[in-house]
């Protein structure tokens, strides 16, 4: 029957065709997931692996495996990378890799990120503002060594997660940015920057309905400890 749209047959969710899924290897489904051997080479360290998790949700998370005692589990994929040292990071749909056929293949060039990709629509479509962007505003994390404040900019689910984990660890310094290469050594926003922050309603708001979340999908995370997330999944019934 369907759940969700997910198709069950018993306790395994059937969340691919087996066309989809042929010779990929490490392949084991659970009944909201399916897991397959994952990695992400670095030309200085070699190859990283790990053991990719694909939900009906959308969620991807990576548990590595680069070393017998690396402790690295739920990793986002974008996270996974920056772990695995990538030098050309911010890509990991094209840098993060599976085994199909014996071959090194792009999860991007896989059916993997079918329910990835329909969850990153159906987010973008459903909470934007009136002209069609999305009403998170970008948001500022400052760092524990040099105590300047860096810029997030929150478009989608990946990059709230970003924000999200930015902020929920109390060491997070500015090497610590996925997406934007910084270091300590660079100048801070000028505070005459700072005022924009992406609202639709008003360039230099500080602050609306258009603009600031309490909490959505999006910002949100189920498989999060904090607080802030469990309250939102329990009040949801997600």
Avoid at 3 to 21: I, P
Wanted: charged share 30%; proline share 2%; aromatic share 8%.
């Amino acid at each position: 029957m369907e759940n969700g749209g997910v198709e069950r047959d018993g306790s395994v969710a059937m969340l691919f065709s087996d066309e989809e899924l042929n010779e990929i290897s490490g392949l084991k489904k659970g009944g909201d997931y399916v897991e397959v051997t994952c990695g992400c080479t670095s030309h200085r360290y070699g190859d990283a692996v790990g053991r990719l998790r694909v939900f009906s949700s959308g969620d991807l998370e990576i548990s590595c495996e680069c070393t017998p005692g690396c402790q690295e589990d739920k990793l986002t994929p974008a996270a996974f990378e920056k772990h695995s040292e990538r030098e050309t990071a911010r890509k990991w749909k094209s840098n993060v890799w599976v085994i199909s056929e014996g071959e090194k293949v792009p999860i991007s060039k896989t059916a993997l990120l079918k329910y990835y990709n329909k969850a990153l629509k159906s987010t973008n479509g459903s909470h934007k503002s009136n002209n069609g962007r999305p009403f998170h505003r970008d948001e500022f994390v400052h760092c524990t060594r040099c105590n300047k404040e860096r810029r997030f900019r929150l478009r989608n689910k990946e990059e709230c997660r970003m924000h999200h984990d930015a902020l929920a660890d109390i060491n997070w310094t500015c090497a610590d940015h996925q997406y934007d290469k910084i270091s300590c050594d660079d100048d801070e926003e000028r505070a005459s920057r700072k005022v924009y922050r992406s609202c639709s309603r008003s360039p230099t708001c500080s602050g609306c309905t258009s603009c600031v979340c309490f909490g959505c999908n999006i910002c949100r995370f189920s498989d999060c400890s904090c607080q802030i997330c469990i309250d939102f999944t329990r009040n949801c019934g997600t």
